[in-house]
């Protein structure tokens, strides 16, 4: 080291003031770590940063001098990460930060051309027959429609997720989704595996889900009665609650007429002839 670097080195205090100016406060800068001659004239300062934060961070301060002087100059003074200092995480674009269920409301994605997942829609050819199968059965009108490895992902992603055969509830369902009768099946070869179900009693209402795909709500099952040993509750009465009931007064009973003296209704008056048969009946004595 020459003579005249020894000058730089020996600029302790110096260092530490242009640390104290750079730090949010005085108390931040710790001891002097060393110094690093960075090339001829020029020397870094190395103090200890004490700011909750930042540990394992340097306040780094660069001297210089001119030729043949005696004065130590302050070229920069920075806060750098040491060999061991805490770090935050490497930088990456937003665009590729984003994972599945980020997007919110109003939130756009970035327009990626070369995305493996799609391929270029169809483009019209001019024969009737093939534009027509193409646009209005295949619904291939769009600038660019699934590739194949596209619909493997969305395959490999949908069974193996929370509505293919795997979870709990398929597993202990009765019958699978291919025999319900709110299944709606997907049109082209993805409709040979999924189906999309309309059962607003399912979990799985609105989604897609695998034919061997199960669940509680299946179309055509049915939870068997059974009989109940618990006895029915006794009437309820309420004690404490006085209710008042008008009670119809009970009809007289009728008053019988008087019969007049004489003989009576059945009996033939005196100057009423009898019947020749029944007097003679009336005089014969009985029979033993």
Partial sequence: MAVKEALLVGAVEVARAAAVETAEEPGHVGEHLGTVVDAERLVSHRFACLAPGYRGWEFTVTLARVPRGRAATVCESVLLPGPDALLGAPWVPWAERL??????????????????????????????????????????????????????????????????????????????????????????????????????WSPDDG??????????????????????????????????????????????????EAVPDGPAADEPAADEPVAEGLADAAEEPPVA
């Fill in 99 to 200: 994972r599945p269920g980020d997007i919110g409301p109003g939130d756009v994605l970035p327009f990626r051309a070369d995305d493996p997942r799609l391929e270029p829609g169809w483009t019209p050819s001019g024969d009737p027959e093939l534009d027509d199968v193409a646009i209005e059965e295949l619904a291939l009108a769009r600038a660019r429609v699934l590739s194949p490895a596209g619909r493997d992902e969305a395959a490999t992603r949908w069974y193996r997720g929370s509505h293919g055969p795997t979870t709990p509830g398929a597993v202990a369902s009765a019958a699978p989704c291919s025999g319900c009768g709110f299944l709606v099946p997907l049109q082209g070869s993805l409709g040979t595996v999924f189906g999309v179900c309309a059962n607003e």
């Fill in 207 to 256: 989604r897609v889900v695998s034919l061997d795909h199960g669940c509680g709500a299946h179309s055509e099952t049915d939870v068997p009665p059974v009989p109940s040993d618990w006895p029915a509750p006794d009437p309820l009465v309420d004690e404490t609650r006085l209710e008042l009931v008008r009670i119809a007064a009970a009809p007289e009973a009728p008053v019988a």
